[in-house]
C-alpha cells in the first residue's frame, strides 16, 4: 500500500496540472453553470484547458521514463456539435502511442505506434476495454445532474518501480480538480465531494465493475506495458533530428521579427537559442507541438532593429543531433527564389496539363496531332492508304 501511496501523490502533479483544463463548454466571463452549493468548489470550466493539457501532459506528467503505461480519460456532459463526449489518449512513457474517441469506437494506434508489430488481437482487447471506460465515465457524468456542465477526468495505468514491480495509477479529476482515487488491491474508491458516492453508486449497480478494474490495474495493464517495451523498442528508442529555418518579417516600424523553427523533430525534448555576434540573448514567444506522425515541431522568436538581422543566428541542441546546430538567417534573396521557382513551377506544370488536355480533345475529334503537319492532299493517315482499286483489278 506505501507504494501505491507514493505513486498516488507523485501523480498528484497531473492534477493540480489539470486545473482548469480540458473544459471546453463554458465560454469566458460566463458564471459558473454547475448550480451547485459553494462548498463543492467545483470550478468553472476554461475553453484552453484541452490543448493546454494535450501539451503538456508528456511533459509534466511523464518526463522521460518510458517505463509507464498511462491511460488518460476524458469526458465531458455537454460536447460542442460534432465533437466526441468522452475520448482517450494512451501513454507510453513520454509517447502517445493510442487514440479513442466515442465517435469513432476503435482504438487506434497512434504516431510510429502504426508500425509496431503486434499480434492481430491486440487491437481488439484495447476496443473491448476502452468501450468499457466509456460506458462508466459517460454514466457518472450524467447520473451528476443536468443543472451543470462536468468535465470528469481520469490517469489509470501502471509504472515499473525501480525493482520492477509494477505500481497501479488510477486518480480522477472533476473539472478540473482532485477528485477522488482508486485502490485496486482494497477494490474501493475514496474522495471526499458528495459526488464521489453518486458516482460509486451508480458504478458499483454493476457486480462486475471492480473486479474489472482490478483486473486492469493488475495484470492487463502491466503486461501490456512489458510487451510495448519489448516490440516496440525500436520506437521507444526513436530519434529524430529537427529540419530548422531561421527567417526574417517584418516587424514593427523599425524592427525585424526573427523566428527560428524545428521540423519534424522526437523526442520532444529540445533547445532554441538566439545567439547575437556569438553571445546568447533572450528569446520572445515560443510553442512546442505534435505533429499527426508522431513528431513534433517547436519555434521561437526575437524581436530585432531592422538591419541587424545578419548579426543574429539561432542556435539548437536536439537528441537526435550529435551536436548543437547553428542556423544562419535566411537571405532575402534566397526566399525570393524560392518563391519564384514555386511560380515557375506552377506555370509549366500548368502549361503541360494544358497541352495534354488539348491533344485529348484533338483525338476524340480524330484530328492528328498539332504538331504533324498536313500537305493540301494529306487527309492525316499516319501511314500510306492501301491503293484499294489496284487490288480488285487483280
Known amino acids: ?103 469513432r469506437h476503435q482504438a487506434e494506434p497512434y504516431g510510429a505506434w502504426v508500425w509496431e508489430n503486434q499480434v492481430s488481437w491486440y487491437w481488439e482487447k484495447e476496443t473491448v476495454d476502452l468501450r468499457n471506460k466509456e460506458k462508466l465515465f459517460l454514466e457518472a457524468v450524467t447520473v451528476l445532474g443536468t443543472g451543470g456542465s462536468y468535465t470528469l477526468q481520469g490517469l489509470l495505468g501502471c509504472e515499473l518501480g525501480p525493482d520492477n ?85 517584418p516587424g514593427s516600424p523599425g524592427f525585424s521579427v526573427l523566428t527560428c523553427s524545428a521540423f519534424s523533430f522526437y523526442p520532444p525534448e529540445l533547445q532554441l537559442r538566439f545567439l547575437r555576434n556569438g553571445l546568447a540573448v533572450g528569446t520572445g514567444d515560443s510553442e512546442l507541438g505534435p505533429n499527426g506522425d508522431g513528431s513534433f515541431h517547436a519555434w521561437s522568436s526575437l524581436t530585432v532593429k531592422s538591419g541587424d538581422e545578419h548579426h543574429y543566428r539561432c542556435v539548437v541542441q536536439h537528441a537526435g543531433l550529435p551536436q548543437p546546430l547553428v542556423v544562419d538567417v535566411e537571405s532575402p534573396a534566397k526566399s525570393s527564389i524560392s518563391v519564384v521557382g514555386i511560380v515557375i513551377g506552377f506555370l509549366l506544370l500548368t502549361a503541360v496539363a494544358a497541352g ?3 491533344l485529348w480533345w484533338r483525338m476524340r475529334k480524330g484530328l492528328p496531332a498539332p504538331w504533324i503537319s498536313l500537305r493540301a492532299d494529306d487527309g492525316g493517315a499516319l501511314l500510306p492508304t492501301p491503293d484499294l482499286s489496284k487490288d480488285a483489278d487483280s
Not at 72 to 91: D, E, L, Q
Not at 220 to 244: A, F, I, T, V, Y
Open 1 to 103: 500500500m506505501e507504494c501505491y501511496d507514493s505513486a498516488i501523490k507523485r501523480k498528484g502533479a497531473w492534477i493540480r496540472a489539470t486545473t482548469q483544463t480540458d473544459l471546453a463548454n463554458t465560454p469566458p466571463g460566463e458564471p459558473s453553470r454547475t448550480g451547485l452549493p459553494l462548498r463543492m468548489r467545483i470550478p468553472r470550466p476554461q475553453p484552453w484547458g484541452l490543448c493546454f493539457l494535450l501539451f503538456l501532459l508528456p511533459g509534466t506528467l511523464l518526463a522521460d521514463d518510458p517505463r509507464s503505461l498511462l491511460y488518460h480519460f476524458t469526458a465531458v456532459s455537454s460536447p460542442a456539435p460534432g465533437t466526441p463526449a468522452f475520448w482517450v489518449s494512451g501513454w507510453l512513457g513520454p509517447q502517445q502511442y493510442l487514440s479513442y474517441n466515442n465517435l
Open 356 to 358: 495534354g488536355a488539348l
Open 165 to 249: 514491480a509494477s505500481v497501479p495509477v488510477a486518480t480522477f479529476a472533476l473539472n478540473g480538480e482532485d477528485f477522488m482515487t482508486f485502490d485496486p488491491k482494497a477494490g474501493t474508491w475514496d474522495g471526499e465531494w458528495p459526488e464521489v458516492q453518486t458516482i460509486i453508486a451508480k458504478w458499483t449497480q454493476q457486480a462486475d465493475t471492480v473486479n474489472k478494474e482490478k483486473a486492469f490495474l493488475l495484470r492487463s495493464c502491466p503486461q501490456r506495458l512489458l510487451d510495448h517495451l519489448d516490440r516496440g523498442r525500436g520506437n521507444l528508442e526513436w530519434k529524430e533530428p529537427p529540419s530548422m529555418r531561421l527567417k526574417a518579417r
